[in-house]
């Protein structure tokens, strides 16, 4: 007599630290049976802003607003930027931005942060520019010089850019070029650790008052160059 093995695989749908098992098996003719496979996975909903230098060893930063919904390669968290006040004196003026601070008062210089997660075949890189939405100050630069710990350079294949007076047109701050590298997620300064992000204020006049603009940070798939 012809034996028929017939072998159910359940369904796992991962939810909050309980596994339930719904076997769904189908007989679609004699001697034939075709059972079904799902696993459902949930983030734990952590997200974890590490240090600019890995090596030092201090508790994840723990931002005001991290980006809440990330994608595989995306951008955690950007450092906002304050100059305070300025008193113009008619001379040219540099103004240090202030440090960050986190939810627990740790405080950070200013920083931006990038995860990227995606499958082994679809890691090809990434770059990541920044710019002005609209122009600020008329006449005056905000000066970044991005800052990448060695560590993250050797592991990651990541290079930062050169020093950056912001416009309104790109300028790339990082990127990871096409080498194979790990599942990676990096916080790179905005200047070096002996410098900070500079507002360089001529010495003209301005009316008083509140200055603001909007950066934008744009993180795509593979190198610029």
Do not use: C
Not at 25 to 36: H, L, R
Not at 82 to 106: C, M, P, R, S, Y
Not at 178 to 199: E, I, W
């Amino acid at each position: 007599m012809k034996k028929i093995g017939l072998t159910a695989v359940g369904i796992l749908a991962i939810t909050g630290g309980s596994v339930v098992a719904q076997a769904t098996t189908e007989f679609p003719e004699a001697g034939k049976a075709e059972s079904s496979v799902r696993v459902l996975i949930e983030d734990d909903g952590e997200i974890v802003i590490p240090p600019i230098d890995p090596e030092v060893p201090e508790p994840p930063i723990d931002p005001e607003k991290p980006n809440p919904e990330p994608g595989l390669l995306d951008v955690l968290y950007v450092s906002p930027l304050d100059f305070g006040t300025v008193v113009l004196n008619g001379e040219e003026q540099v103004i240090d931005a202030a440090d960050d601070v986190d939810k627990a008062g740790q405080v950070f210089s200013p920083m931006v942060s990038v995860q990227d997660r995606r499958a082994d075949a679809q890691r090809q890189g990434w770059a990541l520019t920044v710019r002005y939405e609209a122009d600020f100050l008329d006449g005056a630069e905000i000066k970044m010089n991005p800052y990448v710990h060695s560590s993250n350079q050797e592991d990651f294949g990541i290079e930062p850019g050169r020093e950056i007076s912001l416009s309104t047109n790109a300028t790339t701050f990082a990127e990871a070029g096409q080498v194979p590298y790990a599942r990676h997620t990096v916080s790179m300064g905005m200047a070096q650790p002996d410098q900070a992000v500079q507002l360089v204020i001529p010495g003209e006049d301005y009316a008083s008052g509140e200055y603001t603009t909007t950066i934008i940070w744009e993180l795509t798939d593979g190198p610029l160059g």
